[in-house]
């Protein structure tokens, strides 16, 4: 671990009560041009890891930083390897990456905890690890922006398998769905709240794993585009090696700071 300290009491305080902080201005205006350009070059890719509207268009690329020397590069960057292992008092490595860029009339995300998936299909044994998302574009409450429960991830588990066997990505994707019931919803909302989490492009959020979270359709004509990096401390695995690498990790070692111009080399 580097001795590096960066989140303040009172962000670490967020992050264990709420779940969930967000540090603006985590990342330059030039570091977000280079990740911005990376992310929608990555999203040509013709391969299974990039998942489609319905009219056939980009919206989603898992394992991005197995495909991209600039997204590989943000995961080593220090603005967001010193606040994780401080978080998670660890080295970690990195379960699963995506890139979700959220077009004009795109697809909803259902209610869903990170966790679920990578626990029962992926093997990741315990309920630690973060959701690390980069904002390339400024989010705010009308470009369908994340939208969290509040102290959720004290529940645990508390979503259940969503299985449509007649969904057209049911082999790769759906039968690994596992969502929160409208009734579970409707609890978790009335106990904890629910609440939007926006900033402008170059914040960083880091998301306890476990949060029940979910986006709506993006119906304005503001592109909404987010990188997604999910870790977890190295003793943490998950060693089912039931999904492609795209989807869950096969190489556990632990994340290693790279220099402060990592991404700034590439502009
Ligand atoms: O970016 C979004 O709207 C939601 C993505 C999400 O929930 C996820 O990838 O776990």
Redesign the pocket.
Known sequence: MTDQITLSDEATASYRERGWVVLPDAFSATEVDVLQTAALEVLERPGPEVGREADGSPH?CWGMHLFDERLSALVHHPALVNPSQQLLDSDFFVHQS?I?M?QTNGS??AW?Q?FGTYHRVDGVPDPRGI?I?VFLDDVTHVN???LAVPGSHHEGLVSTAAIDPDAPDFEAVSKYRYDITDYTMSRLVGDYGLEAITGTAGSMLLMDMTVV???SVNISPLR?L?L?I?VCPVDNRGESYERPEYYAARDFSPVQPGADDCLLQFA
């Open positions: 989603v995506r979700n959220k909803i995300v869903h990170d959701m998302a369908a922006p994340l979270h979910g986006s909404r987010l997604y999910n």
